[in-house]
């Protein structure tokens, strides 16, 4: 069972939105913190946003912040990253990741095999 599923990725013109979703199993979600980290050729994989259990956290990346917004919806077991105002530079594959307790660029114990997001100019 693949622990974590990413969707919602594709192709948008700069200035437009997406919304991911990381769809999980209860045993890599319950009690867990969630993230989204993003990764482009020949580059480490980066973090993009974290969101503690309850959802009274979160934590984004300069680059991000007052554009992407980090959701959970624990009776869904699906954590969400909804982008506006995407930018080309925003371009990359977008994993998810949960982690028992760390919350920020070092989580991430289980991992989604990635979303295509391309921003075109």
């Not at 991911?20 to 482009?40: D, E, I």
């Not at 969101?51 to 956290?57: A, C, V, Y």
């Not at 680059?63 to 969400?80: E, L, M, Q, W």
């Amino acid at each position: 069972q693949v622990p974590l599923v990413e969707s919602g990725g594709g192709l948008v013109q700069a200035g437009g939105s997406l919304r991911l979703s990381c769809a999980a199993s209860g045993r890599t979600f319950s009690g867990y913190a969630m993230g989204w980290f993003r990764q482009v050729p020949g580059k480490e994989r980066e973090f993009v946003a974290g969101i503690n259990w309850s959802g009274s956290r979160k934590y984004y990346a300069d680059s991000v912040k007052g554009r992407f917004t980090i959701s959970r919806d624990n009776a869904k077991i699906t954590v969400y990253l909804q982008m506006n105002s995407l930018k080309p530079e925003d371009t990359a594959v977008y994993y998810c990741c949960s982690d028992r307790g760390t919350v920020g660029p070092g989580m991430g114990e289980y991992w989604g095999q990635g979303t295509q997001v391309t921003v075109s100019s």
